[in-house]
């Protein structure tokens, strides 16, 4: 089978199949019945909205822990080696931090 005559054959099925769904519609689904589904494929649309809005949100909020992270380690690195190169001595005593030269 040649490609023009698959993407004929592809074309026909999508204009059929849209052509039921219409008919579908309009013999099976009364007037007052379609701003109903309507209102609910509106609503459906808003609250996917709204959740795609919550995951970028906490996207972001991840991306800024993340940077708060990345920010600590190098700040405890730093202290780390600043406590190495001046041979100070962190004694930790129930929790409360003593530094000794």
Do not use: C, P, T, W
Request: hydrophobic share 40%; net charge positive; charged share 40%.
């Amino acid at each position: 089978m040649s490609l023009v005559f698959i993407r004929l054959v592809k074309g026909a099925i999508r204009i059929l199949r849209d052509e039921l769904k219409k008919k579908i519609l309009n013999n099976y689904i009364r007037e007052d019945q379609k701003d109903s589904i309507k209102n609910k494929a509106l609503n459906m649309n808003r609250y996917i909205e709204k959740e795609i809005e919550i995951m970028k949100k906490n996207k972001q909020g991840l991306e800024k822990l993340k940077h708060k992270r990345f920010l600590l380690l190098n700040e405890y690195n730093y202290l780390l080696n600043k406590v190495k190169d001046d041979s100070i001595f962190i004694n930790i005593k129930n929790k409360n931090h003593i530094i000794k030269d």
